[in-house]
């Protein structure tokens, strides 16, 4: 059974720092492309940042500077590190990880940046 579980979000401050992390079971972890999408209330899931097996990385043009993805295959684990956080990065953030036409998804964690 594949599992992704999120964790690592929460209430921050405009400008706060918060990490995410997606564990992942039941996938050769190595073999996947991973990812961190984000969807608002009312508003579709945009992507915010992608990992290859190979470590290069990919973010939308919204969190570039700010935010960083990295992963660890030791631990079957893909980490986001969100830094000088807006109100706008509100979201629920998801990871998925993706493998040819496999994708599978995480249930999401709920990140708000408010004072």
């Known amino acids: 059974q594949v599992q992704l579980v999120e964790s690592g979000g929460g209430l921050v401050q405009p400008g706060g720092s918060l990490r995410l992390s997606c564990a992942a079971s039941g996938i050769l972890f190595s073999s996947y492309a991973m990812g961190w999408y984000r969807q608002a209330p009312g508003k579709q899931r945009d992507l915010v940042a992608t990992i290859t097996t190979g470590g290069s990385t990919n973010y939308a043009d919204s969190v570039k500077g700010r935010f960083t993805i990295s992963r660890d295959n030791a631990k079957n684990t893909v980490y986001l590190q969100m830094n000088s956080l807006k109100p706008e990065d509100t979201a629920v953030y998801s990871c998925?990880?993706?493998?040819?036409?496999?994708?599978?998804w995480g249930q999401g964690t709920q990140v708000t940046v408010s004072s």
């Open positions: 998925n990880a993706k493998w040819l036409a496999l994708i599978y």
